[in-house]
């Protein structure tokens, strides 16, 4: 899903899917990108895939209704707002549409618990996520350090494996290979002598966060790789740096510039959107 399509989408005035015309608060935009979020996880697939098919969207309608979270309908308004703003058009009503294929969506119990939890509160989700699960937290940790060392191996650079992958990432897409570690101010080069900076972020629940430091601005663009919790790549672009630095502010104890990711600076109309073509390169690596 991309997030910033629908908080644009949120921000349109005259939205018939809003109760007011008023402009929503950030607090109430926040509410709706969370809604959408869980409609993924109860739906468990992309909503891109589902609001790219009537009939997919029609079954998830459908399953939406039925789910013992649902409330008042905000889910299924959920997945209709953002099938509104890919789409530009509102879906019908259920009892108006009638679907050419059939699809269905099945939603496991555990599933159904973990975001009954979920809804009352995070810290009780986590709780009852750890209470639930079958193997000890050693065991786990054991084995995530063991992962995250083999793909540190694998990438063959620093331990830092975010952002190691985002570069490899950038570079890989743009059919070259990243700079050295030691490279005072850019990550990638192309082979016309573009020197690309590369920040990337594994988000939470909190959307906005701030980039890493810049200690110069000796580069030509900046790319952004901003991850999901589960990998996936929520969102990713490249800007020029001269219009990155309109957003960057100095932050003395860092002794550098700060970037945060905004819904401003992601939908500056000088990024360039590469997160389609960053999740196939991902998949390919």
Known sequence: MNEWKLRDALLEKNDPLREKND???DKAIRTRLSRARRVERILREDLDVVVANDD????????LKSCPEERNGGLQNALRWYYRAVNRRDFPKLSEYCPKEQFSYEVSTKADV???EQSHSEGAAASASTNESSEPIGSLWRE???VKNRISSALG????????LAE???A???GTVPLAVSHPSADVELKDGTLIQVKARMLTDVRTTPLSAFRSWNFDVLSVVLFEPDGDIAFGGEIPCSIARRYAREVSHVNGWQI????????DPAFTDLTDAYRRTLENL
């Not at 945060?260 to 939908?267: A, G, N, R, V």
């Open 23 to 25: 402009p929503l608060s």
């Open 56 to 63: 997919r969207v029609y079954a998830a309608l459908l399953t």
């Open 114 to 116: 973990g975001l009954h």
């Open 144 to 146: 995530f350090c063991s």
């Open 157 to 164: 650079r620093s331990n830092n494996v975010v952002g190691e």
């Open 168 to 170: 490899r990432i950038v």
């Open 172 to 174: 890989e897409y743009h």
């Open 260 to 267: 945060s990711t905004t819904h401003d600076f992601l939908s």
